[in-house]
């Protein structure tokens, strides 16, 4: 790709950042419509994993894969191919109704959305070749992700005010037109035809253990973890996971070098990515029903409440970038996961109706937290990378969001599904109908729906406690198990670069005979 002026980088620059925002806005925007999505769909706990999980599966899934692609046969065009794709489906979404068609629909958005993300970052590495501008630019587009967490939940909750949830899908598609039409005019081509190649066993192994893995983590609950489906589950994705591990060390272009993972710069940063993604994502999912559900919230209320921890997240993204560059990347990371585990540390010991004041507290240290690890953990893992390969090195921090994401939507909601429904039923629920006892389980709305329909007094009061005891119970130990995982990713951090010794010090690249 020839050279550009400094003031066309900044315009591939607010390009690709606008694309980056349609797929996090996409996220957020959602969520906040998860209550609704269970009232007026009828959908359960498990329904709404699988609409959360739908876009995040397909997208960890084929990410890898559609950034080899974009690598050979063209940037620019693959991420108007993603565009246009994510628009269609977005449309599509608002027009279905039944929750298993818009898990469909989600999985669809999410392999468009595996088409984008991976093009973003591979562009801005391509378009700013120095690593000191390159670093720059990509704490710009990790406060981009701030910014879509920021302003989803708050959009979504103005347009479930006013039109319904259908617009929560419809309010996608001129973002992801407009960012197609500027992609078309300004986006110059870069590719690498001859490195990138289409890994179709690789891609068949990856898919399959993911899909194998968040499968059985969501079905688990209903099932029981020690049943026997659940423990085969487990067993086939480690079986499939082993078998690509050996595909992979066979191929001789495999869809990712396994020995980059002996690089710290590249694993711990993919590690670190992986354990903070997996943390918002599941305390996305969490929090909007607790907003809604238990303290009786609006949409929009809650997208303004979130607001703390989505402004933050852009603050640290890019105080971390410029941090790391004096203090290096493993404190400035480690400091982002100790913050992180400590927030929900702080939530969990947190009473059912605690004072909006000290969760704007928590929300802050959650922000800063995850800006602070995500965005210089991103930039380590391009580092080790030559500008050709970009777009597989962007794929795998993608990937590592994704995969993360998916699993905190998935193992945090099975958890708290799981202990939301034993506690249920140690309550006065107990003495209810099966069939209503069995419905109040599966959903919080269901159960909800349950105390609004018994006559006002001491019987209901029982049972609108149960509810929220219920709740919080499951919502706590997510967290506990959020802060383990935290706590986990530090130890793994240690192993990122400290600080380097002059401007012009970076972590050694890849060449391309070593990289991919």
């Known amino acids: 790709m020839p050279e550009l ?39 359960t706990t498990s329904d709404l994993q699988w609409i959360v999980d739908g876009y995040n ?71 700013f070749p120095d690593r000191r501008e390159r670093a720059k630019a990509i704490g710009v587009w990790g406060a981009v992700t701030g910014l879509g967490v920021a302003i989803g939940p708050v959009t979504g909750g103005v347009l479930l005010a006013h039109f319904g949830w259908p617009s ?9 037109v407009v960012a197609l039409a500027a992609t078309w005019a300004w986006v110059p081509e870069s590719s690498d035809a001859a490195q990138a190649r289409l890994d179709l066993p690789g891609l068949a192994l990856s898919s399959a253990a993911i899909g194998a893995l968040v499968y059985t983590i969501i079905e688990a609950p209903g099932r029981g973890w020690s049943d026997t489906a659940t423990l085969a589950g487990f067993a086939a994705t480690a079986a499939l996971v082993a078998a690509f591990v050996a595909v992979e060390r066979r191929r001789a272009r495999p869809m990712i070098d396994l020995t980059l993972f002996r690089t710290p710069a590249f694993s711990a940063a993919s590690a670190s990515v992986t354990v903070a993604f997996f943390a918002l994502f599941g305390f996305i999912f969490l929090v909007t029903q607790y907003f ?67 969760i704007v507290g928590q929300m802050v240290l959650m922000g800063l937290g995850l800006g602070l690890t995500t965005a210089p953990a991103t930039e380590s893992i391009l580092s080790v990378l030559p500008p050709a390969k970009a777009g597989v090195g962007s794929a795998v921090n993608d990937a590592t969001r994704e995969v993360g994401g998916t699993l905190g939507v998935a193992v945090l909601g099975s958890i708290f599904t799981s202990v939301y429904a034993q506690h249920l039923a140690t309550t006065s629920f107990r003495g209810l109908p099966g069939h209503v006892v069995d419905a109040a389980q599966n959903s919080v709305a269901a159960a909800l729906g349950t105390v609004g329909r018994t006559r006002a007094g001491h019987a209901q009061h ?17 967290c506990l198990v959020a802060t383990g995982i935290c706590l986990l990713g530090v130890a793994g951090a240690s192993l990122l670069p400290g600080r380097t010794r002059g401007p012009s010090a970076a972590v050694t690249v890849l060449e391309p005979a070593a990289a991919l």
């Open 57 to 127: 599966l397909a997208f960890a899934a084929l990410v890898l894969t559609a950034g080899s692609l974009g690598d050979r046969f063209g940037r620019r065009p693959a991420l108007m191919t993603g565009l246009a794709g994510f628009a269609l489906a977005s449309g599509v979404g608002a027009l279905v109704g039944s929750a298993s068609a818009l898990v469909a629909v989600r999985f669809v958005m999410g392999v468009s959305a595996a088409v984008i993300f991976p093009t973003t970052l591979s562009i801005i590495t391509n378009t």
């Open 292 to 358: 809604q559900f238990l303290r009786g919230y609006s949409a929009l209320s809650t997208g303004v409440r979130i607001l703390p921890v989505a402004t933050t997240i852009a603050v640290g993204s890019v105080g971390g970038v410029l941090l790391a560059g004096g203090i290096g990347t493993r404190a400035v990371v480690t400091t982002g996961l100790v913050l992180l585990g400590s927030s929900f540390g702080w939530i969990a010991l947190s009473p059912t109706f605690m004072p909006y004041s000290q």
């Open 462 to 478: 029982q049972l609108l406690d149960g509810v929220q005891a219920s709740f919080m119970s499951g919502f706590h130990l997510a």
């Open 168 to 176: 929560v899908f419809v309010a996608l598609v001129p973002v992801a």
């Open 5 to 43: 002026t400094a003031r066309r980088r900044t315009v591939v620059l607010a390009t690709v950042c606008l694309a980056a925002f349609a797929i996090n806005l996409d996220t957020t925007i959602v969520n906040v419509a998860v209550p609704d999505l269970a009232r007026q769909l009828g959908a």
